[in-house]
């Protein structure tokens, strides 16, 4: 069972910039492919960027495309989202997921999910 928590969520102001951690129990984190999801008050979770087990491969929505960045640390069983030029609809509650298999999902593992709130 991996449990994974996120931290780094927060108020912030439109144009900042936000770094996402998500910190994985794994001791075999570096076998699994990783990923965020976002999910807004009243509208569907939507899938937001992903990295694979070995960081060569990344996915981001068209959403977050060109001022975010997936990024990982194996050492430190830990992967990170940036996002920069931060706007009023990047507000939601962010998700971190892990899957051995599935680089693009379905994912087995998720986190509890931190809160970003962007003010304009």
């Known amino acids: 069972q991996v449990q994974l928590v996120e931290s780094g969520g927060g108020l912030v102001q439109a144009g900042d910039s936000l770094r996402l951690s998500c910190a994985a129990s794994?001791?075999?984190?570096?076998?699994?492919?990783m990923g965020w999801y976002r999910q807004a008050p009243g509208k569907r979770r939507e899938f937001v960027a992903a990295i694979s087990w070995s960081g060569g491969s990344t996915y981001y929505s068209d959403s977050v495309k060109g001022r975010s960045t997936i990024s990982r640390d194996n050492a430190k069983n830990t992967v990170y989202l940036q996002i920069n030029s931060l706007k009023p609809e990047d507000t939601a509650v962010y998700y971190c997921v892990a899957d051995q298999r599935n680089f693009l999902g379905p994912y087995d593992y998720w986190g509890q999910g931190t809160q970003v709130t962007v003010s304009s």
């Open positions: 794994e001791r075999t984190f570096s076998r699994y492919h």
